[in-house]
């Protein structure tokens, strides 16, 4: 009986479940794409984060001037 009833459970939750098949929303797109700066005692790390239109990734690029240390994101 339990295992009808976990097969019957395995089968609705296929049905119901599927992948992500859109790019990126443009909600998070518009949330993440800018300038960020990361204020430290003696340095600035800077970042743009640009989204390609059409793609499903962001350019990062550094800014800064080589005087602070790195951040790991």
Not at 31 to 39: D, H, I, L, P, Q
């Amino acid at each position: 009986m339990k295992q009808l009833i976990f097969l019957i459970f395995v089968l609705l939750m296929g049905n119901v479940s599927f992948a992500q098949t859109r790019s990126s929303a443009q909600s998070v797109r518009s949330a993440f794409e800018g300038t960020w700066e990361y204020k430290q005692k003696y340095g600035t790390n800077t970042v743009r984060i640009q989204f390609e239109e059409g793609k499903d990734y962001a350019l990062f690029t550094d800014i800064g001037n080589g005087m602070a240390p790195e951040r790991k994101l």
